[in-house]
């Protein structure tokens, strides 16, 4: 086993440990390492010793050389042209592996050579020689430096040729249109009244210019007796002015002597509640037949009036898109509460009447307490219950003054708004449908800002 003495090997043991190492010591039970290498890192004692039932794989990697490689002298015999797929260093290299001899005049077997990156300085006898770090040759015969060698190198082949034909400056410049220049040059430099002339044609926009000017355009098309209040703008620019609580009740004599009665308009300010709702939840995101252990939870907040009866409706159309409704009624002995809440509680959904029923929780809180006068009726346990909850809330026809002790985040009115309080949060205006004789009989020049929608926002007008 001596004859294995200094070579490296590799062994792999039985549970996955691995050396490396030079082998000092070999017998038939057990090797020796010096220098060794357990996983990757030197071990911390200068030997280490194996038993041979522990080794499951063992490769011997190369004989390990006591003394470090002396540097070799080349001599380069005659460089060969560039080729595709073959590069100076090989060469060179092939030319060195058939010189490879040690300093002491031995021949020993060719080894690659190491080229260091980035250097220029490399140490030959004297009968090669380098110019500027770049190898060159010497002709075989007279023994100077063949000037097509470079070319040679660079092109595969030298350039034999040399251009003798001196440039024609005098022709190429003959075929410069000086005078076409100059006369574009002068037709560029018109009187001050062509200029003026010029400056009013009208400016060419590019694709992506706004030709229209950067203020938006208001239009008023709704017109009423007494424009004493404020004024509204949807986002098309059209002008929405507000109305008063006489007029308003006009509206609702005359509908009601057409037919247009409060159970239609109920039953359509309801499904534009829905609709706003609907979106404030998150539109399809939450209402998905595949999610529907995340639908969402509103709940309704009903007076005894009109306006709760509206909430009513609201939270039933509602149930009919899968919403889960609560709805909490402060009285149901009035006769437009007991006819919306008969068909509300077919949804199977639960009616409450006490503020300790409430849930914790709620996505959205739509609030129908109130009708509008000038002191609408407070109710403190549902505001203190509706400000713990922390849910949007949207306001159905709320008093123009706000809801005592609750601010809602949204608010929707129906056909012509009232002069209302900031307090009521961002406006919203349905339609009901009210023919345009409707309007004329009670004064109000009326065109319909709704366009394709059923519901649009309204903002305050600047004055």
Not at 24 to 40: E, P, R, V
Not at 111 to 118: W, Y
Not at 171 to 190: G, H, M, R, T, V
Not at 303 to 314: E, L, S, T, V
Request: contains cysteine.
């Amino acid at each position: 086993m001596a004859q294995w003495v200094g070579y490296m090997v590799s062994i792999k043991c039985a549970d996955d440990t691995a050396y490396q190492g030079e082998i000092s010591a070999a017998t038939t039970s057990q090797i020796a390492l010096t220098k060794a290498f357990c996983n990757g890192i030197p071990c911390p004692s200068n030997e280490v010793t194996i038993r041979a039932n522990e080794i499951e794989e063992l490769k011997l990697i190369d004989k390990h050389l006591s003394s470090p490689p002396q540097r070799s002298t080349i001599t380069i015999a005659k460089p060969i042209a560039k080729r595709a797929g073959r590069t100076q260093s090989t060469s060179d290299v092939a030319n060195a592996a058939s010189k490879h001899t040690n300093l002491n005049g031995s021949h020993s077997k060719s080894k690659p050579i190491d080229i260091e990156p980035k250097t220029t300085n490399y140490s030959f006898n004297e009968s090669s020689s380098f110019k500027n770090g770049t190898p060159v040759r010497r002709e075989k015969s007279k023994g100077k430096w063949s000037k097509g060698w470079k070319d040679e190198e660079c092109f595969g082949s030298p350039l034999d040729h040399k251009i003798n034909k001196d440039f024609d400056f005098e022709k190429n410049l003959a075929l410069f249109d000086k005078q076409a220049i100059w006369d574009e040059i002068n037709n560029s430099q018109k009187p001050d009244v062509i200029k003026n002339a010029d400056s009013k044609k009208p400016a060419k926009y590019r694709h992506d210019e706004n030709v229209i000017a950067s203020t938006p355009a208001s239009y008023r098309q709704i017109i009423v007796p007494k424009q004493d209040f404020c004024e509204y703008v949807t986002d098309d620019g059209l002008i929405i002015p507000s109305i008063s609580r006489s007029l308003r009740k006009k509206l609702w004599e005359v509908a009601d002597r057409v037919g247009l009665t409060w159970d239609k308009r109920v039953e359509l300010f309801g499904r534009a509640a829905a609709e706003i709702s609907v979106q404030l939840l998150g539109g399809g995101h939450r209402l998905n037949p595949h999610n529907s252990h995340q639908f969402p939870t509103v709940v309704v907040l009903c007076g005894p009036h009109k306006q709760g009866a509206m909430g009513i409706n609201a939270a039933r159309q509602l149930a009919s898109h899968g919403v889960h409704t609560i709805v909490y009624v402060v009285s149901s002995e009035v006769a437009v509460i007991k006819k919306e809440l008969a068909l509300y509680v077919l949804t199977k959904n639960p009616v409450i009447y006490s503020v300790t029923n409430l849930p914790n929780f709620a996505d959205l809180i739509i609030v129908a307490l109130c009708e509008d006068t000038e002191s609408p009726k407070s109710y403190p346990d549902l505001c203190d219950w509706a400000s713990r909850n922390r849910a949007s809330i949207l306001a159905l026809d709320p008093p123009s003054v706000g809801i005592p002790g609750i601010a809602p985040k949204f608010s929707l009115l129906p056909v012509l708004p009232l002069p209302h309080s900031s307090k009521n949060g961002k406006l919203y205006l349905c339609n009901l449908g009210f023919p345009l004789e409707i309007f004329n009989e009670v004064g109000i020049k009326y065109k319909s800002p709704f366009g394709p929608k059923f519901v649009i926002p309204l903002h305050p007008k600047d004055d």
